[in-house]
């Protein structure tokens, strides 16, 4: 699966931004889908995941409360609602996919990346 994220930009904090994923390929509503960001001089950090049905999601405490993953399998696109921005969410935000079972946090568990959009919010 191919992956293309857009929507991203510079927003003052306590804005809204969405991101968007969309992929390639016949059998996106398979697959388990991720955001991640990573912030310049640090690693890789979970943001939110969800099934493939929608049904399980699992967040970091960092995003609980104002991010929102969500997915529309018939337009084979995965979202990103960012509420309440702050400058520490200011990163790289990538998508991700993976096949398998659970809904994990963990990068090394996802298989195909996205080229990543970034997000800069400015106090």
């Known amino acids: 699966v191919q992956l293309q994220a857009s929507g991203g930009g510079s927003v003052q904090a306590g804005g809204s931004e969405r991101l968007s994923c969309a992929a390639s390929?016949?059998?996106?509503?398979?697959?388990?889908m991720g955001w991640f960001r990573q912030a310049p001089g640090k690693e890789r950090e979970f943001v939110a995941a969800i099934n493939w049905s929608g049904s399980v999601i699992y967040s970091a405490d960092s995003v609980k409360g104002r991010f929102t993953i969500s997915r529309d399998n018939a337009k084979n696109t995965v979202y990103l609602q960012m509420n309440g921005l702050k400058p520490e969410d200011t990163a790289v935000y990538y998508c991700a996919a993976r096949t398998g079972a659970g809904v994990p946090s963990a990068y090394s568990a996802y298989n195909y990346w996205g080229q990543g959009t970034q997000v800069t919010v400015s106090s």
């Open positions: 390929g016949r059998t996106f509503s398979s697959y388990i």
